[in-house]
């Protein structure tokens, strides 16, 4: 998932970008409210963090900007600890949640994760594909009760690919959720990471399917255990 997170304090900034990361997220970090909007403008995110007392734009204006462009994306913003009324005026201008400073790391990345799954549209935090069960919460995998030792970038083409089962995902869609600004990621790099999470998950009969020139598609199961059992004849 990537996040854009917009916060002037530079050490705060620093510790969210550093956590986010080591848990698995792309972490596009910008320090004043124009940068911010122009990032909305621009780029797609899974999840804003929203500082309110931003310079240059105010975090309420770049909220107010952002659903005035008719987006959906979820918002969480960051207030001190007395800001009441702005912590209203943001919810009111459409934020999803807020957190009033200073908190507790582990708290934010419960509500980032919780958030995340509600602008993916909701649903269970295990998500069951035949043998593999991926816990959201939790960011582990397991193929028949065996935990995967998925690096975070695996973890996270995966969960790109289990929202998109049966559908095509071009490499472009991976790079823009895997990676962050300025970060030289190329086609070739992409390839190793599905082959790598590929190795990893077809001993237990799921299949990423490559679509030649376009992208990868995670397969129905059912159409993956079809096909496997359709190889193994034609081996003998």
């Known amino acids: 998932m990537r996040i854009?997170?917009?916060?002037?304090?530079?050490?705060?900034?620093d510790g969210l970008t550093r956590s986010l990361r080591q848990s698995g997220y792309a972490i596009d970090d910008v320090r004043n409210g124009q940068d911010a909007d122009t990032a909305l403008s621009t780029q797609?995110?899974?999840?804003?963090?929203?500082?309110?007392?931003?310079?240059?734009?105010?975090?309420?204006?770049?909220?107010?900007?952002l659903r005035a462009r008719a987006s959906l994306l979820p918002v969480l913003i960051l207030?001190?600890?007395?800001?009441?009324?702005?912590?209203?005026?943001?919810?009111?201008?459409?934020?999803?949640?807020?957190?009033?400073?200073?908190?507790?790391?582990?708290?934010?990345?419960?509500?980032?994760?919780?958030?995340t799954r509600r602008g993916a549209g909701g649903g269970p935090t295990v998500i069951r594909h035949g043998?593999?069960?991926?816990?959201?919460?939790?960011?582990?995998?397991y193929i028949n009760?065996?935990?995967?030792?998925?690096?975070?970038r695996e973890l996270g083409l995966l969960e790109i690919l289990l929202a998109r089962t049966g559908r095509l995902v071009s490499k472009e869609q991976l790079?823009?959720?895997?990676?962050?600004?300025g970060e030289e990621v190329s086609n070739n790099a992409i390839e190793v990471y599905v082959h790598r999470l590929r190795k990893k998950i077809e001993l237990g009969g799921v299949r990423i399917a490559t679509v030649r020139g376009l992208?990868?598609?995670?397969?129905?199961?059912?159409?993956?255990?079809?096909?496997?059992?359709?190889?193994?004849v034609d081996q003998k």
């Open 131 to 141: 043998p593999l069960v991926y816990d959201q919460v939790g960011r582990s995998a």
């Open 44 to 65: 797609e995110f899974d999840l804003l963090i929203l500082d309110l007392g931003l310079p240059k734009m105010s975090g309420l204006e770049v909220l107010r900007r």
């Open 175 to 181: 790079v823009d959720h895997l990676c962050e600004w």
């Open 4 to 13: 854009l997170l917009a916060e002037d304090d530079s050490v705060l900034a």
């Open 79 to 115: 207030t001190a600890a007395d800001s009441v009324e702005q912590r209203v005026e943001g919810l009111d201008l459409g934020a999803d949640d807020y957190m009033a400073k200073p908190f507790a790391l582990s708290e934010l990345e419960a509500r980032v994760r919780a958030l």
């Open 215 to 232: 992208g990868y598609c995670l397969e129905k199961y059912s159409d993956a255990a079809r096909a496997g059992a359709e190889q193994a």
């Open 145 to 152: 009760d065996q935990m995967l030792d998925l690096s975070a």
